[in-house]
């Protein structure tokens, strides 16, 4: 199995060599891409130096490829990529909304990658790196109990916006402790001691495409077409891992305690709820933890038999490269990879 | 009329004496009190040096006492300050809940001041940080439409815990940015690129108790008994001002225009909301600001005709000081001061 990693040099690409480097997946060949400019240098990935190579105009000889170099790439090559035979697996939202193309955490709706024909090729679509977060922790829940409405709030990484986030957010830093001025590129305004409610670009609706995606994809998902949710997406001033706040009205009442329970089962979910400790979900202890953080699990004040969360997951690994990898891992094991 | 301030070399206090400079409050004396470790400086308002004083044992000669040095100080002495005759306008939780001590924002509900007597002095409570911010954007839309349900997240700065707060991410993030070991005193972890659900102590009900600070001083201030409040309280790396994400569940149908002209008129509320402009309430922007700034309104995606909205309030000014000199300028103007 040849595989490639197109835009190697980013923050996900960074990851998807280091999940890479823990995971299953067998592969004859590893290629590497970045855009000229990160071109030519070397990475090591299962004790191999891989050179980092110009993305090629046109096809791409790979039976999986590995694609985030953001949406427009994504947009006008991997159809060409799939012409050459190659499965991709998008890490952008170009393809999520497509209802031919699968959107895919393999934990929930991994079987949907088997009901496609990949001798050909095809797109598999990675969600939004929020939302994968919030469904490892909401799907558990709506299997059992049946989510009604969802109101989401986030407290978004940098990284978020990929490396150049995250190094934006450190030269700030160092600026404004020495009372230096601050300049941004990457981000809105000043990320630096702010909070930003402006992820993405704004919708007629009023809500961010990043808000939207929240909705949009958390219902694609979950194959539950019903469920309404109101996201507010903000970034905040860390380096990765995004939190989240949720508050969920359900069809059939809820227990903390069967929550707890029910989500200590789960796949992909560590449960960290226990106060008296200091035991939560945070940034501190999610970052570089494949799991996502689950805990404040408490009955909500709002709904009746309804359900208060926190998360707080590595939107770098489950939030992108490691359910990426994941999904190639699954379509391997399936045996629907060439 | 003789004013004290209790707690003056606090992060609060501190504040209090820079709304003093502006304010219309008359005072014939102004004398500044704080623990032996902060005694003995001298601090300036309207143009003169005044020292900081140990606060004493017992009464103290004041009319009016601005009290802000942290709730157990004021539980055992404001009793005997009344005692003595004052008014105490105290800024922290020990009186809040007490049905006969009046709960006020000037703006929602000063009147309630008026059906007391204070000639012989008396306890005013100044709300918890996060309630006052909220309940600026809250009231006039409750007004109106009637709030049922309101789910609010909150992104809380390190003033919230005082100057000490400050300092400590201060300290963090240059050790942080220098790769040297980080400690925590005042948070309950390390906040600096981190975000900590844990603001006040944990309830039996899972809540901290700074989220349902919210709930119930939500409903006393705007005499709202049956409104539902969920809150999550975070605490994140930010210097001053409290942001909050907060979905709206109405009696009646809002539309987000209508709000947004309902609120340009509300006192104390700045609308920024404009985001093909990309204004809308940050800390960045917020900060130093008597006005609580509100945007980002939009039609609940979960609640039919309910609103989602953004608010960002210096929490040091209307969340504490600024509203505390705003009730003694509005138990003067009423002569409800001797």
């Known amino acids: 199995m040849r595989l490639a990693i197109v835009g190697a040099s980013g923050a996900v690409g960074h990851e998807l060599l280091s999940v890479l480097e823990k995971s299953n997946l067998r592969y004859d060949e590893l290629r590497l891409y970045a855009s000229p400019r990160s071109a030519g240098t070397t990475l090591e990935c299962r004790g191999k130096k891989i050179l980092v190579e110009v993305m090629p105009e046109g096809k791409i000889d790979a039976d999986v490829i590995l694609a985030s170099a953001g949406g427009s790439i994504s947009k006008s090559q991997a159809p060409i990529w799939v012409e050459g035979g190659a499965i991709v697996i998008d890490n952008s939202s170009a393809f999520r909304y497509d209802e031919n193309i699968p959107l895919i955490v393999p934990e929930i709706n991994g079987d949907v990658l088997e ?6 090729g095809g797109i598999v679509a990675n969600p939004n790196c929020t939302t994968a977060v919030a469904v490892m ?10 989510i009604k409405r969802a109101i989401i709030s986030t407290y978004q990484a940098t990284s978020g916006a990929g490396a150049k986030g995250m190094s934006e957010l450190l030269e700030q830093t160092k600026n404004a402790l020495e009372n230096k001025p601050v300049t941004n590129e990457v981000f809105a305004h000043s990320i630096v ?4 409610p402006h992820i993405d670009s704004f919708q007629d609706n009023g809500y961010t495409k990043e808000e939207m995606k929240v909705a949009w994809e958390t219902r694609k998902i979950m194959r539950a077409p019903n469920i309404k949710v ?23 009442p809820a227990q903390p305690n069967d929550v707890r329970t029910l989500l200590e089962t789960a796949p992909g979910v560590e449960v960290r709820d226990n106060p008296a400790e200091k035991l939560y979900p945070m940034p501190l202890t999610a970052s570089g933890k494949n799991n996502v953080e689950v805990g404040r699990i408490r009955s909500s004040q709002v709904f009746d038999g309804g359900i208060d969360l926190f998360v707080a997951g590595d939107q770098l690994l489950k939030g992108a490269a490691l359910n990426a990898v994941q999904i190639a891992e699954y379509m391997q094991q399936k045996g629907l990879i060439k």
């Open 193 to 196: 001691f702010n909070v930003i």
């Open 230 to 252: 109101s996201c507010t997406a903000v970034r905040i001033p860390t380096l990765r891992t995004h939190s989240e706040a949720i508050t969920l009205e359900l069809e059939k």
């Open 137 to 146: 922790a909401l799907y558990p829940i709506h299997q059992k109990y049946g």
């Open 115 to 120: 009901q496609h024909n990949w001798s050909k």
